[in-house]
Every structure is written in structure tokens, then in C-alpha cells.
């Protein structure tokens, strides 16, 4: 019911990765693929159990000189606020912080925002709001109309292809230590942590309770299964 990480823009050579330029998206019960043909891009998106965190991975087969906006909501889903931030960026731990200056989240509750990556990068302050209608939350009554914030760009060097790609963390927390825990934990451990949710999805769809001699409503019935898992 809480918002944290709106989305976020990439670009590589200067060029934006956006939703027009997507060529194919791959959705898998684990993660999220998305594929840029015209760029040479592929963008990874995962979400381990157990962690509050999300990791974006850039894979790309040329070098180039990137950027990493991110744009953040700090809110109940129910809220339409237009809060100050506060953001504290420290180039020798390589991350960003972003909290709300209000503090409105009851104890327990994630407050602090940890922006990190497994490649250096160097942080640009250019704070803006983007006020957003969504026109298929307005038809339902909720959530019609926020005011996602950017702090500003974090720029970077996308390797060639081949080397270990790029990879982006948002990691939440009730304090700044434990979300930037919370976000090197998924960056350190992100191989495992990924092939842990994959052997576990196998593991589901394998004990599905129902078999039919539709093998379409076996996958249907398998994919509903994930579907609920995720939610």
C-alpha cells in the first residue's frame, strides 16, 4: 500500500532507453527482460524474495558513456503529497540517499531510499517534479494523479559487451545504514539470490495440484500460480 521507486530512465550514448524503443519485453515468472534492438540493449529487471530491493541490469554489446535517473514517490498509495526530499549522495560508498524531509512513515516503516550500483558513478543534482495523471487509476477512483521527484542524474561507463554488465540497486530501509544494506546485499549476492528464486518457481510449478488433458489450461492454471506468488 506504500510507493517507494516510481521508475527510472537510462540512457546510454546519450540515447534514452524508452518504452517506443522497446523490440520485445519477456516477462518470466523470476524476472523481466526488456529489449532495446535499435540501441544494441538489453534491460534486467529483478526482484528477490525476501529483500526489500529491486535490481536493474544493462546489458549492451558497446561501450558508452551512461545515465541512471531515478524518479521516486515516497507515499501511501491513497496520497497525492508533493513533499521536500532530502538526498545525500557519497561518492566513496557510491550512493545515493533520498528520504522525505517530513518523515511521515510510522516506525518499522521503510524511510530512506539507497540508489548503489557495481560500477562507479558520479551524482548530478538536477531536483525536478513530473506531475503524472493515470488515466486507469482515474476510471477506478485512486492513485489518479501523483508527483513523482527526481533528485538528478548519476552518470556512468557502460563496459562492452562481455564484461560483467552494469547493475542497479534500489534498496529500501527505516534508517540510511539499513537501506544501504538492504541494497548491497541484492547487489552482492545477486547471482545467487536470482537462481534461488528460479529453483524455487520450478519448484511450484512442478507441484501444481491440478492436471487436466488441456495442457493449455495446465499452463494457464501454472501461470496463475505465479502470478498470486508475486502478488
Known sequence: ??????????????????????????????ALYRSYPKLGAMEEIFLPDNLNAVAVRV??????????????????????PKPEYRIFWSKAKNVLLISRADEPFPEGRPAWIAITANVPMDFASDERYRPTDYPKDAARRAMARTNPFTPGRLTFTQPAGGKEPPTFVFGLGSDEKSATAEAADLLSNFARLKDEKLRRFEGLLSAAEITTRDESINKTFRWARVSMDNL
Not at 7 to 17: A, K, P, Y
Not at 59 to 67: I, L, V
Open 1 to 30: 500500500m506504500h510507493e517507494y521507486v516510481e521508475s527510472w530512465e537510462i540512457s546510454l550514448g546519450g540515447r534514452l532507453l524508452a518504452a517506443d524503443e522497446i523490440g520485445e519485453a519477456f516477462a518470466y515468472p523470476h
Open 59 to 80: 546489458h549492451a554489446k558497446s561501450a558508452a558513456a551512461g545515465e541512471l535517473v531515478p524518479w521516486v514517490d515516497m507515499r501511501h498509495i491513497w496520497e497525492v
